[in-house]
């Protein structure tokens, strides 16, 4: 799973959470229900093994639609930014949206690009796709724009953080490979 994790920011490794946002295959998702949710945070370092446990316990398909809409929402706004293109209201409306429930009752506070919860938030999805609402927002104010990155073979989402600031592929081993090997046999 470490692989998934490529972006440089939770937001943007939350947006790359489906296998190919270019070309989806039928069974493009990988956050499919509160237990994914659950791993997820706690392979991304946002949680731990407690705070996992108890995303995971959330009930109900409602919780995980939403954090699909934050994810897209999230998606649209960096995946328009890395085109050089404004990303759309609507977008942005609906993380504010989602992030006001969080910001409302101090249900949710940022140390850095982490979010700090009670256990009793972490249970609670409002509280919890909040959170992940305000990390996208606070991307949105703070990645630097001339570095964001879309892989053209998958269209993940990464900080371009080489030094020459000419970094291609999501993953060299994955999507990289994947292209030179295509370019390989079209030569043959």
Not at 145 to 171: A, N, Y
Request: with cysteine; hydrophobic share 40%.
């Amino acid at each position: 799973m470490p692989e998934h994790f490529i972006g440089g920011h939770p937001a943007l490794d939350l947006a790359n959470t489906v296998f190919d946002r270019r070309e989806p295959e039928p069974d493009n998702e990988l956050l499919k229900s509160a237990r994914d949710i659950g791993n997820w945070f706690k392979a991304s370092g946002l949680a731990g093994a407690r705070q996992a446990a108890a995303v995971s316990g959330i009930a109900g398909e409602p919780f995980v639609d939403r954090i699909h809409e934050v994810r897209e929402a999230s998606a649209e706004i960096f995946g328009a930014i890395a085109a050089d293109k404004a990303p759309t209201a609507a977008a942005l409306g609906l993380l504010f949206a989602s992030a006001a429930s969080g910001l409302a009752d101090n249900a949710v506070d940022l140390d850095g690009t982490k979010p700090r919860l009670s256990l009793a938030g972490w249970r609670d999805p409002d509280v919890v796709t909040a959170a992940l609402a305000m990390l996208s927002i606070e991307g949105f104010y703070t990645l630097p724009r001339e570095r964001l990155r879309s892989c053209p073979r998958c269209e993940w989402l990464f900080l371009d953080t080489s030094r020459g600031g000419k970094r291609r592929w999501c993953s060299m081993q994955i999507c990289g490979n994947r292209e030179k090997v295509s370019r390989h046999r079209e030569h043959a």
